[in-house]
């Protein structure tokens, strides 16, 4: 059973492109959750998805940045206009869903996004 | 809003030394608290995960206790390798808050030959 996958590895865009990061679960995993590990700082929650539903995006930046969780694929986690600070490590985590508080969260071994 | 905070930031220790990192959460309506590892420029691997009705875990080297009422958790390293070298995190599970982990700053341990 292939853990959670995260491509690409690593990302080097220029200021004011777009920058694109996907997410494929685990097998048998319905629920996607994306962290942001800055520089010299921990991991922050962003966004947690379910398949084609975004249940909780208290953690994502208002603008420029959006998530989703097709019915089909992977989970995409998108950059708009990417500036400098947006350079850091992005993680991918899924679970399988179920009751509060078991359902445990695997993590995939992120992407490193560079922004020049 | 929880925070979570890990004490100390960076250590250092000859191996074969028995070690303790401290996580303290300022919410202690948590479902539970975990232990990761982190390898430079790698993922993070789950080490330990203690429910809330649990006061310890154990798995080989590792011994991760939880002490819900003071808001703190440690996780003891036993007999420490340079192997152990990483960084540690814990991450708290808010009651609550959905099932968003909030994670720790880490310690960044480094075990010496």
């Known amino acids: 059973n292939a853990g959670v996958m995260q491509n690409p590895r690593h990302l080097v865009r220029r200021r004011g492109q777009e920058a694109r990061l996907r997410c494929s679960p685990m097998?048998?995993?319905?629920?996607v959750y994306w962290y942001r590990q800055l520089p010299e700082e921990g991991l922050k929650f962003m966004v947690y998805?379910?398949?084609?539903?975004?249940?909780?995006e208290s953690g994502m930046p208002k603008e420029r940045f959006s998530a989703e969780f097709p019915k089909e694929g992977p989970s995409i986690l998108r950059i708009q206009q990417v500036v400098r600070g947006d350079s850091a490590a992005y993680f991918c985590?899924?679970?399988?869903?179920?009751?509060?508080?078991?359902?445990?969260?695997?993590f995939g071994p992120g992407t490193r996004l560079t922004v020049l | 809003k929880q925070e979570v905070t890990q004490i100390p930031a960076a250590l250092s220790v000859p191996e074969g030394e028995n070690l303790v990192l401290n996580c303290s959460f300022t919410?202690?309506?948590?479902?539970?608290l975990q232990w990761f590892r982190q390898d430079p420029g790698k993922g993070l691997t789950s080490l330990l995960l203690?429910?809330?009705?649990?006061r310890e875990q154990t798995s080989g080297r590792l011994n991760a206790s939880l002490d819900k009422s003071s808001g703190r958790s440690t996780l003891y390293i036993a007999a420490s390798q340079p192997g152990d070298s990483a960084t540690y995190l814990c991450?708290?599970?808010?009651?609550?808050?959905?099932?968003?982990?909030?994670f720790g700053t880490g310690t960044q341990l480094k075990v010496e030959l």
């Open positions: 203690i429910q809330s009705s649990q």
């Open positions: 097998k048998g995993h319905s629920h």
């Open positions: 919410d202690s309506a948590i479902y539970n």
């Open positions: 985590a899924s679970s399988p869903g179920g009751l509060a508080g078991t359902d445990t969260q695997y």
């Open positions: 998805l379910q398949k084609e539903n975004i249940i909780d």
């Open positions: 991450a708290a599970l808010l009651t609550g808050g959905g099932n968003k982990l909030t």
